[in-house]
């Protein structure tokens, strides 16, 4: 799946011991664009961790996956981030609500009911 998303939050680098060696993630904070704006935790795992483009402010598209998982009849959802890079670098065109023009589309003409004489039924 994919994602494009300002970035409003860089948390710091966890690391650790596992049973295959040391392990490094991070995670960040993404809010989306619209008139209902939604934030989102995603996770970077290992070298996939990209400093240079994870800068507060940027328009980032993420590539991921969604997986979840029980644990003690608990479920527990991760959004694991694969690739990362600046808005519009992966692809030509802006991504829509991030461009250029942030204004709204055009709104479909009105309907003149005027000439309708009430009982016609579409079908």
Known sequence: MQLTAKLIQVLPVQTGMGKNGEWRKQSIILETDGMYPKKVCMTFWGDKINESVLQIGNIL???????????NG??????????????GAAAPSAAPGYGASNQPAPAAP?????????????F
């Open 61 to 71: 598209d993420v590539s991921f996956d969604i997986e979840s998982r029980e644990y």
């Open 74 to 87: 608990n479920w527990y959802t991760d959004l694991r981030a694969w690739k990362v890079d600046p808005a």
């Open 110 to 122: 009105p309907v003149d009911f005027s000439g309708d004489s009430g009982d016609d039924l579409p």
